[in-house]
């Protein structure tokens, strides 16, 4: 896992790149809570996001589709807002999800390794 000392702040971005088959990334708090999970599933033809508070998953999101193309690397951008978070693939805005939690963002996971990934500096948005 990947430490967000001070979280992900407001318009702060995560960016990450890679071939994003069977892939999912999580953002969690200090506790453990999965705030952001995002998880491309090809053979649904979707995007599942979701968060799992206190062990419970909440409702899943589905709608946008599945913008990836099979072992072609894509860089996917999660932008802190104030409502939750924004999300870009290859730098066009694939859907946002509110915030289920006001805790904030202690660390990234993923399900296997990424090419890159980096945190932005200063405020993108």
Known sequence: PQALPDGLRVGQALRLTGTWADRAVDLRDAA??????????PEEGAVVRNSQLDGEWGTEERGGGYPFTADTPATVEVVRIPSGYAVYVDGALFTTYKSRSAAPDARVEGSAPLTAATLSSDPVV
Request: proline residues 10%; charged residues 10%; glycine residues 10%.
């Open 32 to 41: 453990g809570n999965i705030l952001f999970h995002f998880n491309p599933r």
